[in-house]
């Protein structure tokens, strides 16, 4: 025993800790940062594993595979996982490796609530997809579970999945804190706001709207509890209760975390386009005021999802201009992005391939997101596959595509090796043709009347669904490539420079690769 | 062009072999691509508006998409080893901000107009009201007193592909909404246990059925003919399976269809006072069940473990007659139960005394059927 505490003291100043303990009490900003992508990683393996079942579900019109109560359990828990399990944590794990190097700071500035942060995460989705062996099956009103199908008439483990909610809440809310008042307070001297990397900027303007919205997310599962459980009315009608009042302070939760899933990635993009294009980005100060304002935006157009609920004519008019003036700063990100390549230097490896299609394919998602923004179009899209092909295209080809290519541009920094270009390329090219063989035609699939949530459909949608399912299981095997490719890159490989990529910018790319366990210990000099 | 190439042999046996190749992919399915016209006025200026934004946003991705293209085209390292060093340009900033305001406003102005019109919500000639139920339409004729449910009429061995399907599958229900052409109807919509959605893509309609709420939508279609629409909004087990089907049809016709409706309420009503035996109402009371309760109770009665409690060996359904009816006219508090009160006498009694006689239930409890009478007892006012 008492080696092993002379060893722990003589490694405090040097380096990890050995064996499983160096991970369950880390503060160290990387090793919690490492945790956090490995863990959306696996989520994102098992959320996709249910799309698999989705997808093969849908092969065909007719049931063959799964009974409609299960595909509503997957359709479920695929979002939420997804959501809470895959993209936000991996966002979060960037934001532990990245920002403290970003900014020059030695590490987080609440260490200890960094790890409580992550260790609460594996018991939120751990209770979450135990629901699935419990009697009546896993939640299965759907990611928005609007009232009362997720209360009167919900399966017993609703009560759970609130539970679980209000952990993930608890650690976002934790994350959000210890980012902002890193950024806050522990820039090197010289990083002035306006000098921070976007990365940065994204995370910080993320951090508030996490702090903003997610106790509004932990207010509406509450209501959700006492309902259920309590007696009280808030969504039962028949109790003087409102229904609509769960959609209203569920969107304004969920609008603006959709582009909590979204900024971040604004910000790697932005990096990355301007390292391979080997010249400044174009715009830096708008950018930051175009991420502003689209965050201030997401406040007041929550209910152009609830267009078809009922809404009064002016309050229809008013979300249906607020949601389309977002279009303006979003496009000013995409005309910035093109600018900076225009008469760069242009080389395409991985994480530019990767960044590219992000422009173009988000681009897709965000033009056909202003068509959903027209009231009356609306009525005809509303909860179609249409609805579905552009959330995914954000999402997929959007956040993800921007995850993996931070994944391949920062990792040579991570583990001191270079990543195997050829196979980064195959998987890329893989990614991209599955990717939108799946979500293209399903912009088809809802014009033409398709709904979305139906484990069945008409014969006139059989066939554009089939070719669906195909795309999806070409992008959801290439996946364990990327996985392959990671563990590739981690076991050994090509040495990485400490500059990694000839258009690099920024005091990441100043320490060694791989980036020592402990960095920025005296702050770096930043003009 | 490309085409004069050839001798024209040559050409047509070209011709031959590519339409040989593209034929398989010339079924009408591979062409549902896009929103339909629809028939009525509004449905056409609603897609008149997916149209116009549709090619705004296919014209902004070819501009901004070119310049890209062109970028990763002329501008490689290899080509452009030395990158230019501008990265501000503020004339091109503002105008790249106020011209895309400037096209959202060209898009916003018609699109509010037509909501205006979509808004415009004085009552209709005839008036219909929709409730949403799991997992079912109730159509109400608010002036004539015609009340129906319309239910999924595919059989569910075209669901578990046992047989081939039909060509309305799950497009079709055992009862349509019958509306008159040229009038303007107008749908008062609710809900009687979750959200549902009644989206009728024909006319361009799509409103939420909200327990508790009354929204409302209106039409007039001048075209007769059978109009498809769906549930758009998750609303349990069998969301997909709950079809609406609209026939429009000419005044006359109309004026038959609603004299009829009312002659079988009045048969039905008759049913309630005539004398039943066991054998009619269970054999009455098996298709009630099978339309409104196999969904959660099953056809074994055994219900789902853990959601849907099991009918069959149920101590209310064999031993406790004047419980079981009252849980078919209450519903069960905070359960998934609903009130079945909507349902004749006659289907409830019948349905009740089904249960009552079925899966061992009537050997195992007292046995005892329930009459149309008990459930007119049970309605009288209690003192």
Known sequence: MSAVIENHHDDHDHGPAKGITRWLYTTNHKDIGTLYLWFSFAMFLIGGAMAMVIRAELFQPGMQIVEPEFYNQMITLHGLIMIFGGVMPAFVGLANWLVPMMIGAPDMALPRMNNLSFWILPFAFFILLSSLFMEGGAPNFGWTFYAPLSTTYAPPSVTFFIFSVHIMGASSIMGAINVVVTIMNMRAPGVSLMKMPLFVWSWLITAYLLIAVMPVLAGAVTMMLMDIHFGTSFFNAAGGGDPVLFQHIFWFFGHPEVYIMILPAFGIVSHIIETFSRKQLFGYSSMVWAMLSIAILSFVVWAHHMFTVGLPLAAEIFFMWATMLIAVPTGVKVFNWVATMFRGSLTFETPMLFAVAFVVLFTIGG????????VPADFQYHDTYFVVAHFHYVLVPGAIFSIMAAVYYWIPKWSGNMYDERLGKLHFWLSFVGVNVTFFPQHFIGLAGMPRRYPDYALIFADWNMVSSVGAFLFGFSQLLFLFIVIKTVMGGKKATDQV????????W????????????????VD | MLLNLFSKTKRNIFLLAFFLLVSPFMQADWFALNMTRGSTDISNEVFELHMLIFWICVAIGVVVFSVMFYSMWAHT?????????????????????????????????????????????????INIQVTGYQWKWQYRYLEDDVSFFSNL????????????????????VDEMVVIPAGKKVRFLITANDVIHSWWLPAFAIKQDAIPGFVNTAWTVVDEPGIYRGKCTELCGKNHGFMPI?????????????VYNKKQEAIKMAELTTKEW????????????YEVNCVACHQTSGQGISGIFPALAGSDVVMNNKDRNIEILMEGVQGAAMNSFSYLSEVELAAVITYTRQSWGNAEKGDGEIVIPKDIVDYKKPKI
């Open chain 1, 510 to 525: 100043t320490v060694a690769s791989p980036a020592p366990y402990h960095t920025f210990s005296t702050p770096p000099k």
């Open chain 2, 245 to 257: 089907v609209v026939k429009v049809v000419e005044q006359p016709e109309y004026d038959e269809w």
């Open chain 2, 277 to 288: 035996t066991a054998a009619e109402l269970v054999e009455r009371g098996q298709s009630i």
């Open chain 1, 501 to 508: 990529w000839e258009g690099a910018k920024g005091l990441e």
């Open chain 2, 77 to 125: 390292k290899e080509k452009n080893p030395v990158p230019a060093k501008f990265h501000e340009n503020h004339k091109l900033e503002i105008a790249w901000t106020i011209i895309p305001f400037l096209i959202l406003i060209a898009m916003a102005v018609p699109a509010s107009k037509t909501l205006v019109k979509i808004y415009d919500d004085e009552a209709g000639d």
């Open chain 2, 153 to 172: 009429s595919t059989d569910l061995d075209e669901i578990y592909n046992l047989v081939p399907k039909g060509e309305n599958y799950l497009q079709e």
């Open chain 1, 367 to 374: 033009l056909s997101g202003l068509m959903l923004a027209i």
